[in-house]
């Protein structure tokens, strides 16, 4: 549908920006290209390129020489949070970290449905068969996967953002975490999911930062 020549530039950013955040542009696809855009648009070559511009300076979109634009994250919220947990210490990301799983955990103790309770429950099943496996980048995953699903129980969008933009950072110094032979904190996770199913706030938050203060109480810097 063609644009009126006012705002036109921001029309077309936020038309495209909305293809990321609806999922028809999934991260790490390839968006189409700037003539099937501008066909699609009814915007012109030049305003579809600084749409495009845009959204790659917020850090949504990345251009790739030869191959193309990628969708690389879903809101401008995740990928700056993301940058900033970059360039920070470990001890002040840990501490963000268990700032929002605790917060995550007493909301999800409140807010999850019956099909967030299996979900956790299938995913502590994928962490323990992960520790088993020896794959530690399979841990990483799994480990994730789990508290991923915390969050998204809370059903607040903003908060899984937020932890997206963290989580991606931290998986990248967690391997050291996820490295021995023996899970210490399986059990731990299991009381932390337990806590969330029977709908128990104060424990679920409590064992949340069980789990992350040894770390945080670890890191030098």
């Given at each position: 549908m063609p644009f009126d020549r006012a705002g036109l530039g921001t029309r077309v950013t936020e038309l495209f920006r909305s293809q990321v955040t609806d999922g028809t542009w999934p991260l790490g696809s390839k968006i189409p290209t700037e003539?099937?855009?501008?066909?699609?648009?009814?915007?012109?070559?030049?305003?579809?390129?600084?749409?495009?511009?845009?959204?790659?300076?917020?850090?949504?979109?990345?251009?790739?020489?030869?191959?193309?634009?990628?969708?690389?994250?879903?809101?401008?919220?995740?990928?700056?949070?993301?940058r900033r947990v970059a360039s920070t210490s470990r001890r002040n990301s840990l501490e963000l970290r268990l700032a929002l799983d605790a917060a995550s955990a007493r909301i999800a103790a409140q807010r999850r449905t019956e099909a967030d309770a299996d979900f956790l429950r299938a995913l502590l099943a994928e962490r323990e068969a992960a520790w088993k496996s020896g794959d530690l980048h399979e841990r990483v995953r799994a480990d994730s996967?789990?508290?991923?699903?915390?969050?998204?129980?809370?059903?607040n969008p903003l908060l899984e953002d937020v932890y997206e933009g963290l989580l991606g950072v931290f998986?990248?110094?967690?391997?050291?975490?996820?490295?021995?032979?023996?899970?210490?904190?399986?059990?731990?996770?299991?009381?932390?999911?337990?806590?969330?199913?029977?709908?128990?706030?104060?424990?679920?938050a409590a064992t949340m930062s069980t789990l992350l203060q040894p770390l945080i109480n670890q890191a030098t810097s």
């Open positions: 003539p099937e855009l501008v066909e699609w648009s009814g915007a012109g070559r030049n305003t579809v390129r600084e749409a495009i511009g845009a959204l790659v300076t917020a850090g949504i979109l990345r251009r790739e020489q030869g191959r193309g634009t990628f969708v690389v994250s879903t809101s401008d919220l995740r990928s700056s949070v993301s996967a789990l508290h991923r699903a915390v969050v998204a129980a809370t059903h998986e990248e110094v967690q391997l050291h975490d996820v490295a021995g032979d023996t899970d210490d904190l399986a059990q731990l996770h299991a009381d932390l999911v337990d806590a969330i199913v029977t709908s128990d706030p104060d424990r679920a």
